[in-house]
Each structure stands twice: as structure tokens, then as C-alpha cells.
């Protein structure tokens, strides 16, 4: 349980200790860099892509920064230009320079940020020397042994999600950017997509060793990929971490694991809280949460106990700030670079944002909601005597239905888009060449729904033709998955695996998230069927882990309760074959 600490702050905190500190988007969000959250980047979004209603309707808890990234990517964004919002020269604050006195002092900095401040910091400090960017893997192979740099004289900045260049040499960097799910693990090697890169983790766990880590601008919530390693780590020495509030009171609370009901995972508590528990469970390493406002907390404690260097003090002293740091007047808002940079791209506006606010809605699985954006946009194609965007909310629109269980309604549109493809001119039928197997694809899966499943596979069949002769690789891999579903579901399970495994192969190398969960959860029943059971709770917890970190919690919840019901009869079971 949390308790208040009760002891002076300087046992917590005293300059001999090694640090590391990972570090989130919080710290840019403070004057003057003010760098904007991830909440209010999409919230920016919404606003300028979809209709108005739109904003006051969606929760932000059911929206995840790289699931909206996804969505402008594709609609409007391709080379997420965007993100050249974080190049727009903008000044470090309190906490960037902190941090980089206190690399140059021999302590670690991890971030998940792609801005440039703490390098930017550290140049102005320290002008005959620089701070060196860890972004790229070969960069994460070289400096994989952090103490050993450090003793060369090399102060070492990780860079988790990447940046758009080396601050350091100026290289182009872009390659490195983890802003969408399916940039997530793209380099893992585990079998976990959302997990860190495989190249990253020797870096970063030397980093943390017999370290104590420090936590601050950061959730919890907001990235996949470094939570689970904290989690799964043993060799940091201490971890305090720091929740932001506006509050000027400062609460410093202990965690003590005193009883059984301590290790009960308890869903009432705040993400970090629930992490912290999960550490503090595992033995003997003090964990702390430190409730404060981040900044005060920074300036008043962190700076006063760690750094004794009277010239270093005098640098973070406001008033340095203020005359050297804090200058600028940043009048480019997030919205207004958007609006300069989209202005020419939304076209025609009302179809595109109707469309945009449809496809939010299915990806986050509410389906009615996305229907009425879809029949909408379907009404204006027709109004507009727009043959193409009419095939395109018609499949869109039957998509929907489909994944709604309403296979009739999924049916009739689907086949009334292909009915109309044939009318197409040459150039219609170019524009929405992409589109015709999956339309195949989503007829099949309702024919498959309805239990027709001579019918599915012989649609199935015909995406799976398409797919192979356009080398669309989402349609195969979607088409072999569901064959190989069919067949699980008529006892084929040889045939099923078959195809289910070339299709994993597939959506691996496209690092597919969403459909690495559905195709784990076939291959887990499948082995499930067969009384494998230590191979289906594999697989399907994989797939549990993959939807409860999309949000999707009811696919989660279902997956959590199979499971369990495998487990329980694995009790006085007898051993697998």
C-alpha cells in the first residue's frame, strides 16, 4: 500500500547517487517551450478535420495519439509532415536545462520526446561541448554501454521514439519516428509487436542498472513500449515517480507491499499508481510517487540536492533563465500550423471530413456512430452524382455493417459497390483499384458470419486472387486469415494453421497490431480444440495484451475471461501430449 513518507527530503535525494531519468512530453509543455500534449495535438486534429459535432461527442479516453496519427496519415498526411511542427525553433525551459546539467555531470536521460530542447540547453551551457543524440539502431549498438562512454568523456541523450535529425550532426533521422501502432516494435524480436525494439534494450536496461530512475512528464499511458520494460526490470536501485499537479503542495507517498491483498491488481487506481504496485510487488526496490507540480518540484528540491556546482546553480537561477534562456514570442499555435500546412489538401472538405470522422469511429469500434458519418457521405456522393466516393461509402458503409454483425445490410452495400465499379470509367476504376478485393474480403467475412461458409471461402478465394495479382499484401493477409478461420470452424484445423501462419508471416512484416491480435486469437482457439493448452494461452494472452493496450477493453475482457476458463481447467488436468 502507499503511505505517506515521512522522513526529510535530503534522505531521498543526495548528489553522490547515479541517476537516470526518463523523461515524457510534460517537461516541453512548460513556458516558454510549450510544446503541445499529445491530448491537445489530437484535439487539434478533430477540430480541423472533422465535423464540429464531433469534438463534443468523442471522449479522449477512448482515443489513442498514434490510433489518430494513423487516420491523418492516411487521409491526409501521408509523410506525417506534421511533425515538422517540432522543428519550428522554439527555447528550452527550467527542466531541459536541469537535465542537460545534469547529463554533462555523468547521469543518464531517456526520453520518449522527438523536440530538440535538451540538446538545444546543453549547447548554450556548455559551448565547447555537446551532448551526443542516441536515435538510430546502429547509434543504439555503438553506445550500448553507457558507463563506458561516460568515463570517455561522452554525455549520451537516448532517444526512444526518434526525431526527425541528429541535433548532434544534423543527419536526417526521420526513419526513426515511432508515432503510429504499426511504427511500434516494427524492430522487436519478441513476439509482443507493441514491445521496445530489440536493439534498443541493452542500452537502455545498462542505463537504469543499480541506477535510481526518475520519472517525470510522463504517464504511464502514453507510450507502449517503456512501461513494460520498467515493469519487467530488477536492476535499478530506486524509482521515484513524479505525477504532475498544479497543486503547490508537495506529497511524497512510499509503497509497501504488507499483505496478500497488496498484489491484487486494483483498477480503481491511476495508471501509474497500478505500475508503481506492480514494481514495489516484485521485492526489494523503494518505489515512490512524488505528487507535485514539476517544475516547483525541479527548481525547489531536485536542483538544491543534486547539483553542487556553484556555476551550475547560477545558471538555474530564474533570472539566468530569463536573460538567456526564455526569449520568443511563439505566436505559430499547433492549429494554425495545421491550417497553413492542410489548406490545400482537404478537398472536397465536407466528403473528406465526413469520411475522416467515419473512420475514427470504426477504428475505435463504435459502430453506429461511424454509420451515421458514412451515409452521410454516401448522400452527398449521390447528390453530387459521384460515382467513385459512391462505391467507396458503400464499402466503407458495408465494412461497417459487417463488423456490426448486420451481414445483410454489409452484404447488399458491398455488392451494390461492385455492381457500380463496372460502370466506372478507366480512371474511376484506377482510383478505387485498391479497394476491390477487400470488398471481397468484407463480403466474404459477412457470408462467414452468417454461417455461409461455402459461400465466404469462395469469396475469399477471389480477394486472395486479386490480392496476389495487385500484391496487395493487407488483402492476402487479411483473406488467408479468414480462410484459415473458416476452416477452423469446419475442424480443419491442419488446413487452418496453414494458412493462419503464412498469414501472421504476413501481417509481422507489415506490423499489423489490430490484426495480430485477431490472428493470434484463432491460432490460440485452434490449439485450445486441440488441447494444447499451454500454445493457446500463448497465443491468446498475446492477443489479450494487444487489445487492452488499444482500448479495445470488451475484445480484452472476453479474451481475459477464455483464458481464465483454460487455466481453471488446467488444474488437475492431465499433462499435454
Known sequence: MFKRFEGKIEELFYPNDKYTFLIGAGISMEPPTQYPSAIEMVQTFLELLTPKEVMQDISMDDLRFEIVVEIVQRFIDEKLEFMNYFEILRNPNLIHAFLAIMNHNGHYIITTNYDYMIEKVYGMIYSNAQIRTVITKSEFLKYEKPDYEVKKGTNLLYKL?????????????????????????????????????????????????????????YSGGDDFDITPLIIEMHNFSRIFWIEHTNSEKLE???????????????????????????????????????????????????????????????ILKDEYIKEHIRRGNWETTFNNFLISMYENRYNPPILKKLWFAGALYKRIHQFEKAE????????????????????????????????NW????????????????????????????????????????????????????????????????????????????????????TENYTDALNALKVSLGIIEELNNIEAKAACCKIIGTIFQKLGKKTKAIKYLELSYDIFKKLLLKDEANLLRKEIQIILEKTINSPAEE
Open 161 to 217: 521514439h526518434g526525431c526527425k535529425q541528429n541535433y548532434s550532426n544534423l543527419k536526417d533521422t526521420s526513419d526513426s519516428l515511432t508515432i503510429t501502432m504499426k511504427d511500434f516494435g516494427k524492430n522487436s524480436k519478441t513476439k509482443n509487436p507493441l514491445d521496445m525494439d530489440s536493439f534498443m534494450k541493452p542500452a537502455i536496461v545498462n542505463c537504469m542498472n543499480e541506477r535510481t530512475l526518475i520519472v517525470m512528464g
Open 252 to 314: 511524497i507517498l512510499k509503497y509497501s507491499c504488507i499483505s496478500a491483498n497488496d498484489k491484487i491488481v486494483d483498477l480503481s487506481l491511476k495508471r501509474e499508481m497500478r505500475i508503481l504496485k506492480e514494481i514495489g510487488n516484485m521485492g526489494k526496490i523503494p518505489v515512490f510517487l512524488i505528487k507535485a507540480n514539476t517544475k516547483e518540484f525541479v527548481k525547489n528540491v531536485l536542483i538544491k540536492h543534486l547539483i553542487q556546482d556553484k556555476t551550475a546553480i547560477k
Open 372 to 403: 451515421i458519418y458514412y451515409k452521410k457521405a454516401l448522400d452527398l456522393a449521390e447528390k453530387d452524382s459521384n460515382i467513385v466516393f459512391k462505391v467507396i461509402f458503400l464499402y466503407e458503409l458495408g465494412s461497417n455493417y459487417s463488423q
Open 406 to 489: 448486420n451481414f445483410d445490410e454489409a452484404i447488399d452495400k458491398l455488392k451494390e459497390a461492385l455492381i457500380l465499379i463496372d460502370s466506372l470509367t478507366i480512371k474511376g476504376k484506377k482510383i478505387i483499384n485498391s479497394i476491390i478485393g477487400r470488398i471481397f474480403i468484407s463480403i466474404g467475412e459477412a457470408y462467414k458470419q452468417k454461417n455461409t461458409l461455402s459461400k465466404a471461402l469462395e469469396y475469399f478465394k477471389k480477394s486472395l486472387k486479386i490480392a496476389e495479382k495487385t500484391g496487395d499484401l493487407t488483402a492476402k493477409a487479411s483473406s488467408l486469415l479468414y480462410r484459415g478461420d473458416i476452416y477452423m470452424k
